[in-house]
T-cell receptor, first 114, second 116 residues
Framework: AQSVTQLDSHVSVSEGTPVLLRCNYS??????LFWYVQHPNKGLQLLLK??????LVKGINGFEAEFKKSETSFHLTKPSAHMSDAAEYFC????????????FGSGTRLQVQP | DARVTQTPRHKVTEMGQEVTMRCQPI?????VFWYRQTMMQGLELLAY????????DSGMPKDRFSAEMPDATLATLKIQPSEPRDSAVYFC??????????????FGAGSRLTVL
């Protein structure tokens, strides 16, 4: 079985300050992990992915995430928030075999205050 | 850029009517997913195809929903009869499972369904 928990449903930061979106996962297999972003009235876009290579993964728009197996975490960070980062972010786990569908977290809505 | 194409983008219909949503996955992708997104439930997996065969449709109400892939370029999701509680945004996504098992999905823009 696999599951993913996004620890915060809403995060609010000021523009120019760091962003931290938290995600914990569980998986019976060596997982693949992803972060997707959804802007209002848009589809989901891949931000970054972890597939058992480097544990620190860099994505688009300055985001990165670190896979920590001991903590079963895959938190998303960005050093400096931009207004355009305001969106919903989804942490996603795959079982690594491709036999099961992806499991999405419930999402974290990021607000960026001017 | 390759993209997943969904039609219609918006659909308003009356309760009891049949609704068909279509998806053209990215050429060469071997997996197709249907998700439903609502404010209350978030993203829910409805169906998952690999190489056109259904792998998982446990999230789909079988009495009214059906999902098919008549060929590699078309996936369909039908609701018959539709009900107001089916109002949601329906996303199609396609992906390519690679040797590591990673399945990076590309999402379509969604079909917004309103059932009156």
């Amino acid at each position: 079985a696999q599951s993913v928990t996004q620890l915060d449903s809403h995060v609010s930061v000021s523009e120019g300050t760091p962003v931290l979106l938290r995600c914990n996962y569980s998986s019976s297999y060596s997982p693949s992990l992803f972060w997707y972003v959804q802007h209002p009235n848009k589809g989901l876009q891949l931000l970054l992915k972890y597939t058992s290579a480097a544990t620190l993964v860099k994505g688009i728009n300055g985001f990165e995430a670190e896979f920590k197996k001991s903590e079963t975490s895959f938190h998303l960070t960005k050093p400096s928030a931009h207004m355009s980062d305001a969106a919903e972010y989804f942490c996603v786990v795959s079982d690594g075999t491709g036999r099961r569908a992806l499991t999405f977290g419930s999402g974290t809505r990021l607000q960026v205050q001017p | 850029d390759a993209r997943v194409t969904q039609t219609p983008r918006h659909k308003v219909t009356e309760m009891g009517q049949e609704v068909t949503m279509r998806c053209q996955p990215i050429l060469g992708h071997n997996t197709v997913f249907w998700y439903r997104q609502t404010m209350m439930q978030g993203l829910e997996l409805l169906a998952y195809f690999r190489n056109r065969a259904p792998l998982d449709d446990s999230g789909m109400p079988k009495d009214r929903f059906s999902a098919e892939m008549p060929d590699a370029t078309l996936a369909t999701l039908k609701i018959q009869p539709s009900e107001p509680r089916d109002s949601a945004v329906y996303f199609c996504a396609s992906g390519l499972v690679v040797s590591s098992g990673a399945n990076v999905l590309t999402f379509g823009a969604g079909s917004r369904l309103t059932v009156l």
